[in-house]
Structure formats: structure tokens, C-alpha cells
């Protein structure tokens, strides 16, 4: 069964610590994607990457940067956590192709992250 | 703007009832509809995808119908059960590199 594998069902950070939220795929897909999830407002994509060492900024990346040294793994990091920065993570990866973004398009189970 | 609109916000239903989700959107190009169903703490998982040229598609007792003249996608329910309780979300994709566009979702409640 194909996984995308999000390190931290929870976290409770504090105001100005840095954090680091990990995501693996074992599918072998070429891109990965961060989401925030907040309700009323849905899932917002936060950056995605179609190659090894290769981002793209989504809709609300202020605040936020990632990493991905590996394809297997994308990292979102939290440079200074606010606490606006509250909310479920969602973590997806798909296979490339065209359209690239459309097939096999699979979540991990979240992360929810408190800053307090 | 690409939007997708979900609604009921909310269902509360009986456990054995029917229901039908609504979504409309105004994504161009459309390349591809998806449901998803979403359980609380947990991420999204897929329920079906249809092309432009699918207007029907089951997995199991969801049915989901996609009308592109109109821009409307339905998500039927038969015989509900208490798992499924959970939001569903309808993800609308352009094609392109800016990805998929997500309804908010519905909230749907089954009562024993």
C-alpha cells in the first residue's frame, strides 16, 4: 500500500522556535506539496516541489520555507512559529506526468501543530 | 479565480439514509473532479476522479456525477453508515502548475 508519511500526528511549539515538519513517500512520485488546513478556509497550499531541490512558492508561503534534498522527503520549516501558524498540515505527493499535478494524489495523515 | 463551492456546509442525517453532496465550480480548463473524504485528524483520502468525459463513477456505495456543461458534481451516499462520518471535499484541477482548487467541504454527520 502506497504511503505518504507525515513524523508527528501533534506538536505544541512555542512562540519564535524554529520547526521542522517531515514528510517521506515511499511511491517514488516526483512531486510533493505542504497544505495548511484551518476551518472555513480549507486546504491552502503552502509550497510544492517537482524535482529534488526544486520549490515553488503556493499560495501562502510567507512565513514558511522548505527543503527537499531527497525525493523521497519534503520538509517545511517554520522559521520563527507565530501563533497564527495554528493549524493541521497535510503533507501529498504525485507521480509526475501530464498534467503533472493530477494523478495518484495522495495525503498523509496530518500534522497538528499548537504554538502557544 | 478558480473557485470550487461546497455545500451543505453541514448534514445530519440517519444512519441508513441516502444523501447527495453538491459541488459547483468555475475552474478553466477542467481537466479533472475529485472527492475526497477527509475523518477527523486524519488527511484526505480519495474516493473517486472523473475526466471531462465521465459522468458517473462509483466506489462502492458513493456515486459521484460530474455535469461539465453545467459545472456541477454531485456525491451520492447510499445507505449510510456511522463511519461514514466525516467531511467530504471536492478538489477541482486546472491541469496545470498551479494545481488543484478545494471546496471547503461538507460536514456530514450520521446519527445511529
Known amino acids: 500500500d502506497v504511503k505518504v508519511t507525515q513524523s508527528s500526528r501533534y506538536l505544541v511549539k512555542r512562540t519564535g522556535e524554529k520547526v521542522f515538519l517531515e514528510c517521506v513517500q515511499d511511491m517514488d512520485h516526483e512531486n510533493m506539496f505542504w497544505y495548511r488546513q484551518d476551518p472555513g478556509l480549507g486546504l491552502r497550499l503552502i509550497y510544492f516541489?517537482?524535482?529534488?531541490?526544486?520549490?515553488e512558492k503556493g499560495d501562502i508561503p510567507e512565513g514558511y520555507s522548505v527543503s527537499r534534498e531527497k525525493k523521497e522527503r519534503f520538509s517545511l520549516i517554520l522559521e520563527s512559529a507565530s501563533t497564527n501558524q495554528t493549524s493541521m498540515y497535510l503533507c501529498?505527493?504525485?507521480?509526475?506526468?501530464?498534467?503533472?499535478?493530477?494523478?495518484?494524489?495522495?495525503f498523509g495523515s496530518g500534522t497538528r501543530l499548537t504554538v502557544v | 479565480k478558480n473557485q470550487v463551492e461546497q455545500s451543505p456546509q453541514s448534514l445530519i442525517i440517519l444512519e441508513g439514509k441516502n444523501c447527495t453532496l453538491q459541488?459547483?465550480?468555475?475552474?478553466?480548463?477542467?481537466?479533472?473532479l475529485r472527492w475526497y473524504k477527509q475523518d477527523t485528524g486524519r488527511g484526505p483520502v480519495s474516493l473517486t476522479i472523473m475526466t471531462f468525459s465521465e459522468n458517473t463513477k462509483s466506489n462502492g456505495r458513493y456515486t459521484a456525477t460530474l455535469d461539465a456543461d453545467t459545472k456541477q458534481s454531485s456525491l451520492h451516499i447510499t445507505a449510510s453508515q456511522l463511519s461514514d462520518s466525516a467531511s467530504y471535499i471536492c478538489v477541482v484541477s486546472a491541469g496545470g502548475a498551479d494545481g488543484l482548487t478545494f471546496g471547503k467541504g461538507t460536514h456530514l454527520i450520521i446519527q445511529p
Open positions: 459541488c459547483n465550480y468555475t475552474v478553466s480548463p477542467f481537466s479533472n
Open positions: 516541489s517537482y524535482d529534488v531541490k526544486m520549490k
Open positions: 501529498a505527493s504525485s507521480p509526475t506526468g501530464l498534467p503533472r499535478f493530477n494523478y495518484g494524489y495522495t
